[in-house]
C-alpha cells in the first residue's frame, strides 16, 4: 500500500497493491455499483481486481473504512504519439461524503500518478458531466488513440491532464510524484532526483510494473461477471515443480514482485518450505519458476 496523499479531513489516499491489504481496511457505505449494477460484495471485487497486473485500485481512506475508490486499467495499445493509455472504469465516493469536492481529489491524484492519456465510458449523464468538468471530451479527428470501436468513450489527453490543480480540494500532502516515480520509473528522466516518499507505518511501498489490457468490459461487465465469481483462484499442485529436496509446502498467498520473470509476469506464488532449508519460496504464478527463496531466520 502505497500512500499518496491525505487532507485536512483525515482522508489517506492510498494505491492497493495486493489483496491481503484489504485486510486491515472495511468497507465504508456505498450504494450506487451495489445498486445499479449489483456488486453486493465490494470487497471480494476488489481482492479479484488486485490479481491482475493490469490493474490500478486507489482507495480514499478515513479511520480504516474505504469511503472512496477507483478502478483503473492499463490499455495494450499505446497511443499514436507512443505515450500510454489508462481507462478509467470506475469511481465512487460514499454518499455519507458526496458533493465535498472529494471524487474530484481522488480523480486529480490518480492523473498525476498514471502517465499518459486516460479515457472512460461515463454510464450516465451525471457521470458524463463529471468528466467534462475535468476536461475529458469526444475523441477529435486524427487524434492519437483511437477509438473508433469504442463508441462513447471520452478522452483526457495528456497535455491537459497536467494542467488539473488540486487548488481548493484541501489536499495538504501530495506525494505523487514520489510515487509515480516508484510505479512508473521509466517515465522520470535520468537526471531527476527522485524525491523522499514518506512511509506512514501503515503503508509500504513498492514497485510495480503492470501488463497491459483493452478497454472492452466496461465497469458494468465487470460487476456482472464477477458478482458471483470473485474467489480465491485455485492453487497450482505443480507451483514447485522446479525447487529440489524433500520438503512439505503450504501456499500462503502471492505478491508483487519488484521486476518482471523473464516471462513477463510479475506475480509469484508464495510457499512456505519446510525441511533441511525452511523458508518462503516465490515462484512465478505464469511459467512456475522459482523467482526467490527467503530463507528462515533461526531464533534463540
Not at 475535468?134 to 497535455?159: Q, R, T
Not at 529440489?244 to 518482471?260: H, R
Given at each position: 500500500?502505497?500512500?499518496?496523499?491525505?487532507?485536512?479531513?483525515?482522508?489517506?489516499?492510498?494505491?492497493?497493491?495486493?489483496?491481503?491489504?484489504?485486510?486491515?481496511?472495511?468497507?465504508?457505505?456505498?450504494?450506487?455499483?451495489?445498486?445499479?449494477?449489483g456488486?453486493?460484495?465490494?470487497?471480494?471485487?476488489f481482492?479479484?481486481?488486485?490479481?491482475?497486473?493490469?490493474v490500478?485500485?486507489?482507495?480514499?481512506?478515513?479511520?480504516?473504512?474505504?469511503?472512496?475508490?477507483?478502478?483503473?486499467?492499463?490499455?495494450?495499445?499505446?497511443?499514436?504519439?507512443?505515450?500510454?493509455?489508462?481507462?478509467?472504469?470506475?469511481?465512487?465516493?460514499?454518499?455519507l461524503?458526496?458533493?465535498?469536492?472529494?471524487?474530484?481529489?481522488?480523480?486529480?491524484?490518480?492523473?498525476?500518478?498514471?502517465?499518459?492519456?486516460?479515457?472512460?465510458?461515463?454510464?450516465?449523464?451525471?457521470?458524463?458531466?463529471?468528466?467534462?468538468?475535468?476536461?475529458?471530451?469526444?475523441?477529435?479527428?486524427?487524434?492519437?488513440?483511437e477509438?473508433a470501436?469504442?463508441?462513447?468513450?471520452?478522452?483526457?489527453?495528456?497535455?491537459?491532464?497536467?494542467?488539473?490543480?488540486?487548488?481548493?480540494?484541501?489536499?495538504?500532502?501530495?506525494?505523487?510524484?514520489?510515487?509515480?516515480?516508484?510505479?512508473?520509473?521509466?517515465?522520470?528522466?535520468a537526471?531527476?532526483?527522485?524525491?523522499q516518499?514518506?512511509?506512514?507505518?501503515?503503508?509500504?511501498?513498492?514497485?510495480?510494473?503492470?501488463?497491459?489490457?483493452?478497454?472492452?468490459?466496461?465497469?458494468?461487465?465487470?460487476?456482472?461477471?464477477?458478482?458471483?465469481?470473485?474467489?480465491?483462484?485455485?492453487?497450482?499442485?505443480?507451483?514447485?515443480?522446479?525447487?529440489?529436496?524433500?520438503?512439505?509446502?503450504?501456499?500462503?498467498?502471492?505478491?508483487?514482485m519488484?521486476?518482471?520473470?523473464?516471462?513477463?509476469?510479475?506475480?509469484?506464488?508464495?510457499?512456505?518450505?519446510?525441511?533441511?532449508?525452511?523458508?518462503?519460496?516465490?515462484?512465478?504464478?505464469?511459467?512456475?519458476?522459482?523467482?526467490?527463496?527467503?530463507?528462515?531466520?533461526?531464533?534463540?
Amino acid at each position: 500500500m502505497i500512500e499518496i496523499a491525505k487532507n485536512a479531513e483525515g482522508v489517506r489516499f492510498c494505491v492497493l497493491e495486493h489483496p491481503f491489504e484489504l485486510d486491515k481496511l472495511e468497507i465504508g457505505e456505498f450504494t450506487y455499483f451495489k445498486k445499479h449494477l449489483g456488486m453486493s460484495d465490494y470487497m471480494a471485487n476488489f481482492k479479484s481486481w488486485l490479481k491482475r497486473p493490469t490493474v490500478y485500485l486507489i482507495v480514499a481512506v478515513r479511520d480504516n473504512h474505504i469511503v472512496g475508490w477507483s478502478m483503473n486499467e492499463s490499455w495494450s495499445k499505446p497511443s499514436s504519439d507512443r505515450r500510454p493509455i489508462f481507462v478509467l472504469r470506475a469511481i465512487e465516493i460514499s454518499p455519507l461524503l458526496s458533493h465535498k469536492g472529494l471524487g474530484r481529489a481522488l480523480f486529480i491524484l490518480i492523473s498525476r500518478i498514471l502517465p499518459g492519456h486516460m479515457i472512460t465510458k461515463p454510464v450516465n449523464l451525471e457521470a458524463k458531466r463529471f468528466f467534462s468538468s475535468l476536461n475529458f471530451s469526444l475523441p477529435a479527428k486524427n487524434y492519437p488513440i483511437e477509438l473508433a470501436d469504442h463508441p462513447g468513450y471520452l478522452i483526457l489527453d495528456e497535455g491537459t491532464k497536467l494542467s488539473l490543480s488540486l487548488d481548493g480540494m484541501g489536499v495538504v500532502q501530495d506525494w505523487t510524484a514520489a510515487c509515480k516515480m516508484k510505479l512508473f520509473p521509466k517515465e522520470t528522466p535520468a537526471t531527476h532526483k527522485e524525491p523522499q516518499l514518506p512511509v506512514p507505518a501503515t503503508c509500504k511501498v513498492g514497485n510495480m510494473s503492470k501488463g497491459a489490457d483493452q478497454p472492452g468490459n466496461e465497469i458494468k461487465g465487470i460487476a456482472e461477471h464477477e458478482k458471483g465469481s470473485a474467489v480465491e483462484v485455485a492453487l497450482q499442485s505443480d507451483s514447485l515443480s522446479s525447487i529440489a529436496g524433500d520438503v512439505q509446502e503450504g501456499f500462503i498467498g502471492n505478491q508483487k514482485m519488484l521486476s518482471s520473470c523473464e516471462c513477463g509476469e510479475n506475480m509469484a506464488d508464495k510457499f512456505l518450505l519446510d525441511g533441511k532449508k525452511p523458508g518462503t519460496a516465490f515462484v512465478c504464478t505464469s511459467c512456475k519458476k522459482e523467482r526467490y527463496f527467503l530463507p528462515l531466520k533461526k531464533t534463540g
